[in-house]
T-cell receptor
Framework: DTGVSQDPRHKITKRGQNVTFRCDPI?????LYWYRQTLGQGPEFLTY????????KSRLLSDRFSAERPKGSFSTLEIQRTEQGDSAMYLC??????????FGPGTRLTVT | AQKVTQAQTEISVVEKEDVTLDCVYE???????LFWYKQPPSGELVFLIR??????QNEISGRYSWNFQKSTSSFNFTITASQVVDSAVYFC???????????FGQGTRLTINP
């Protein structure tokens, strides 16, 4: 059994470009979460899915951010028109209901 | 709103010392879950423990122990006989019973010196 995987691990992009990240959860985990972590801070919740339904989005998730989880399997997080303030580590986690979340290695985004 | 406070930003001890990491939380929920995660230099968050609000029993796992006190809204973590490999950032987190999204504290950077 593999853990949560994320791709890419690192992304450097220029301001104004669009980026997309992918997360593959642990198989059979029906819940999938996205968090963002900036340097020296704890992760902050962005959004979560139960199966393919996106059930909650944080106010941190501006209109430039969109997430999908087609067919309740992998998930993508897209950021349009990136800004320097988007530079952070983007973490994905998965869990069955009412259990602990298991995190992936994260995607580190640098916007230049 | 839920909130987690880890007042200790950094702790540095010598190997084999015992060390306690403090965590204080705020929530209006009567049912909630508390967690500790470890983030080593590699960056990946590693799950350590989950407790629900109805279970105030302390827990011990090897050199790790946790003290949950509802009366003081605290969930402290103690490492006994610390080792260099324990060096990491440790996060305390709180979740609601529904969505179970995690609210993290700011973390405590623990350095164990040989």
């Amino acid at each position: 059994d593999t853990g949560v995987s994320q791709d890419p691990r690192h992304k450097i992009t220029k301001r104004g470009q669009n980026v997309t990240f992918r997360c593959d959860p642990i198989s059979e985990h029906n819940r999938l979460y996205w968090y963002r972590q900036t340097l020296g801070q704890g992760p902050e919740f962005l959004t979560y899915f139960q199966n393919e339904a996106q059930l909650e989005k944080s106010r941190l998730l501006s209109d430039r951010f969109s997430a999908e989880r087609p067919k309740g399997s992998f998930s993508t997080l897209e950021i349009q028109r990136t800004e320097q303030g988007d530079s952070a580590m983007y973490l994905c986690a998965s869990s069955p209901p009412v259990y602990e979340q298991y995190f992936g290695p994260g995607t580190r985004l640098t916007v230049t | 709103a839920q909130k987690v406070t880890q007042a200790q930003t950094e702790i540095s001890v010598v190997e084999k010392e015992d060390v306690t990491l403090d965590c204080v939380y705020e929530t209006r929920d009567t049912t909630y879950y508390l967690f500790w995660y470890k983030q080593p230099p590699s960056g990946e968050l590693v799950f350590l423990i989950r407790r629900n609000s109805f279970d105030e029993q302390n827990e011990i796992s090897g050199r790790y122990s946790w003290n949950f006190q509802k009366s003081t809204s605290s969930f402290n973590f103690t490492i006994t006989a610390s080792q260099v490999v324990d060096s990491a950032v440790y996060f305390c987190a709180l979740s609601d019973p529904g969505a179970q999204k995690l609210v993290f504290g700011q973390g405590t950077r623990l350095t164990i010196n040989p």
